[in-house]
């Protein structure tokens, strides 16, 4: 049986001294840690004349390599966790080298099976809004409405094109993003969303531009637009639970029914502004106690600001006649205040979602400012003794806040609530103890007050579109007749004007009477 001899070192031989050469250590350790960090590849042929040449060999049916017949590459497509090199797929890494960079997942050719690119529309849309922003100033039931007007202009580009109709409207649009589970349909429990469900449209304006077929030639063709929007409208709100959108939009729906209409949205922001008045003030009263709070709020607060928050508390100190043969009294510890936002909004479901009819509101209450207030009080406590905190800031300085909303017709309602608790200790002054000015009795009270608050937009000047138009002739008392009384009423002749024929030379006789022919030229006239 034939022995294999190990791909070792060379073994020795007896103890045959073979004379030693001086070797370099420095490039020994240098060889020894190049081939540590590589692999080692080995052949048969290489480690040939470590064998005994008279042991038989086995004869192979198959020459191996061990090592590649190709220089090692990397791989592009399949990297190896060796740093991204193929050992074992040497041929796959060099056909990803000579392959043309355009085989990789698309043709450098392009398709044939491509249409050619759409002509440009023939017809172009555009708006142009030449009155002043869109602002209701005032309440709901105080505002005189916001005018719109501008101009509509339909560009016919290349050719005659012929229309069959042309439209313009106010659209309102109000869409609900949170739509509840009803548990008498089998609908709004999944993931599942209906757009009859969420957004309920309404036409607010109308105009006919072109309500017969026509044919318009190459040109621009201008229509002027105008409109009084009503102030009891919502103003355009974008909350988290609904969103109210106002859009101008035009129609042109051609003859030809194999082209499909041109249309154009123009969005229009509407904004409300509560006129600033004077602040307000509040009292509080907390029974059992003797303890009144007093605050001082502005009217109007605007979004993502700082306003002003004054308090008052009194009867913090009470009579001698009291427990403990001392005097009791109240010492405010800590302020808490936050603004909370509360939207409603009435669903909008449809039949076939909501055979039952059911119209329960969707409610939701979100904090937009919160804080406390540990310092900056004065405290007096001679007579009935007051507490005064002044000069503080609270803020509503929160993503999205919106503004104050309230439409019964849509059913939808955004408020908000600024809550402040006051949170005060009971403790006692006795004339004995002398070390400590007051001993606390470990009684305390969270006094607890909310306020309604008026979240709105800046107003500016705060002048409405009624107040910068001039009066007319009619609205004004003692006004000069117009022109269509002046022109119908009879005309008198002037004395004077027969002596002027006689000095023209032209007989009275031969010419018609004056008034008679004004009559006429004014009857021509008209």
Not at 328 to 346: D, F, I, Q
């Amino acid at each position: 049986m034939p022995i294999l001899g190990h791909l070792g070192p060379k073994p020795r031989q007896g103890n045959s001294k073979e004379p030693k050469e001086p070797k370099d250590n420095t490039k020994e350790s240098k060889d020894k840690s190049k081939n540590s960090s590589r692999p080692e590849f080995l052949s048969h042929s290489r480690h040939e004349s470590s064998f005994n040449l008279s042991i038989p060999r086995p004869k192979l049916s198959k020459k191996y390599h061990s090592s590649p017949l190709t220089p090692t590459v990397k791989s592009v497509n399949n990297p190896s966790s060796h740093g991204g090199w193929s050992h074992s797929g040497s041929m796959l890494g060099l056909n990803n080298l000579t392959r043309p960079q355009g085989s990789r997942g698309h043709s450098p050719l392009p398709s044939r099976n491509h249409s050619p690119p759409a002509p440009p529309p023939n017809v172009k849309l555009s708006f142009e809004v030449e009155s002043a922003p869109l602002v209701l100033y005032g309440t709901r039931s105080e505002s005189t409405g916001a005018l719109l007007s501008g101009m509509f202009r339909l560009e016919v580009v290349e050719r005659p094109e012929k229309l069959k109709s042309v439209k313009l409207a106010v659209v309102q649009k109000l869409r609900i993003h949170k739509v509840p589970s009803n548990s008498g349909s089998n609908h709004h429990n999944s993931h599942i969303k209906c757009p009859k469900c969420e957004v309920s449209t309404s036409e607010l304006a109308r105009w006919d531009v072109l309500a017969t077929e026509l044919e318009l030639p190459k040109q621009t063709h201008e229509y002027p637009f105008s409109h009084l929007l009503p102030g009891s409208l919502p103003a355009s709100t974008s909350s988290q639970l609904f969103s109210v959108e106002y859009f101008l939009t035009a129609t042109a729906v051609p003859s030809d029914p194999a082209i499909s209409p041109y249309s154009l949205a123009h969005t229009l922001n509407i904004f409300r502004a509560v006129i600033k008045g004077a602040d307000k003030n509040s009292i509080r009263v907390f029974p059992p106690t003797q303890l009144t709070a007093s605050v001082t709020l502005p009217a109007v607060i605007f979004p993502n600001s700082q306003f002003p928050f004054e308090l008052s508390l009194d009867g913090v100190s009470l009579s001698a006649n009291n427990v403990n043969n001392g005097r009791t009294r109240w010492r405010m510890r800590k302020v808490n205040w936050r603004v909370e936002e509360t939207m409603k909004v009435r669903p909008n479901h449809c039949s076939t979602h909501n055979p039952n009819g059911d119209k329960a509101l969707i409610v939701e209450t979100r904090t937009i400012g919160q804080g406390e207030v540990k310092s900056g009080w004065k405290t007096d406590f001679s007579n009935n003794g007051k507490v005064e905190l002044g000069d503080c800031n609270l803020t509503t300085q929160s993503a999205g806040v919106a503004c104050n909303v309230d439409d019964p017709t849509l059913g939808i309602t955004v408020s908000h609530v600024l809550i402040v608790e006051l949170v005060v200790a009971e403790e006692t002054v006795t004339q004995k103890n002398t070390t400590r000015a007051a001993i606390p009795t470990g009684a305390a009270r969270v006094l607890r007050m909310q306020f309604n608050m008026v979240i709105t937009e800046r107003s500016g000047l705060g002048i409405s579109w009624d107040d910068e138009v001039p009066p007319t002739y009619e609205d004004v008392p003692h006004s000069p007749p117009d022109y269509h009384k002046a022109v119908g009423s009879p005309v008198s002749t002037p004395g004077p004007l027969e002596n002027i024929e006689g000095l023209l030379g032209v007989s009275p006789s031969a010419t018609p009477a004056p008034t008679e022919g004004i009559s006429e030229r004014l009857e021509f006239s008209l």
